[in-house]
Every structure is written in C-alpha cells, then in structure tokens.
C-alpha cells in the first residue's frame, strides 16, 4: 500500500522561504511520477510541481515558476518542494501526490496516491 507522509509546514512570513518533504513507503519510488499539489481555503486542488518518473522533466505551475523547486532522492525515497519568496496568495495546505504515469500531467484524477498534507499559513 502506497504511503505519502508531508511534513515541514508552518506559518511563515511573505517573502521567506519553506520547504517541504514527503517520504514515501510502499512503492517503487522511481517507478512514480511525483508531484505537489495544494488547496487554498474554500478553492479547488490545484497542480503546484511534478516530476516525471525519469527524473529528466519538470513542470510547475505558471505561479510556482522561478520561485519553488521539486526535487528527489531515490535512496531517501523522499520528493521535496522548495518554497522562495512565498507570498500571502501561496497560503493553503500542500498535498504530495505520485502516480504511474511517466510525466507530470496536471489532472488531479491520474493520481491516486496521496498524503494528507501540512498547512502553510503565509502572513503579509
């Protein structure tokens, strides 16, 4: 059974920088497509980042560019996203996601391995 488990949120200022982890158990971590996620209050999940099975391809929504990276380790099985210059509108709770699909698409369907997700609270 395929396990994500986040940790790293918490409330941070605009224009600091966060980062993100998610360990992953239960899967072979570089047969995944991973991706982030996140969901404002009272808004829809949206795509933030993903990177393809390979490892050779990312993708970020036009709001993540320049300003947060995804990353890996295989041996840590553990998929990051690193926050810069975080802004009040980045406030939401930010969900790990992997899938078998070998790029990072950004419908929430082809998913179906997620974790619950920490809060990330960003003040003006």
């Known amino acids: 059974q395929v396990q994500l488990v986040e940790s790293g949120g918490g409330l941070v200022q605009a224009g600091d920088s966060l980062g993100l982890s998610c360990a992953a158990s239960?899967?072979?971590?570089?047969?995944?497509?991973l991706a982030w996620f996140r969901q404002a209050p009272g808004q829809e999940r949206e795509f933030v980042a993903g990177?393809?099975?390979?490892?050779?391809?990312?993708r970020y929504a036009d709001s993540a560019k320049d300003r947060f990276t995804i990353s890996r380790d295989l041996r840590k099985n553990t998929v990051w996203l690193q926050m810069n210059i975080l802004k009040p509108e980045d406030t939401a709770v930010y969900h790990c996601?992997?899938?078998?699909?070998?790029?990072?698409?950004?419908?929430?369907?082809?998913?179906?391995?997620w974790g619950q997700g920490p809060q990330v609270p960003v003040s003006s």
């Open positions: 996601a992997a899938s078998r699909i070998s790029l990072p698409l950004t419908d929430l369907p082809l998913y179906p391995s």
């Open positions: 239960g899967l072979a971590f570089s047969m995944y497509t």
């Open positions: 990177l393809s099975m390979s490892g050779g391809s990312t």
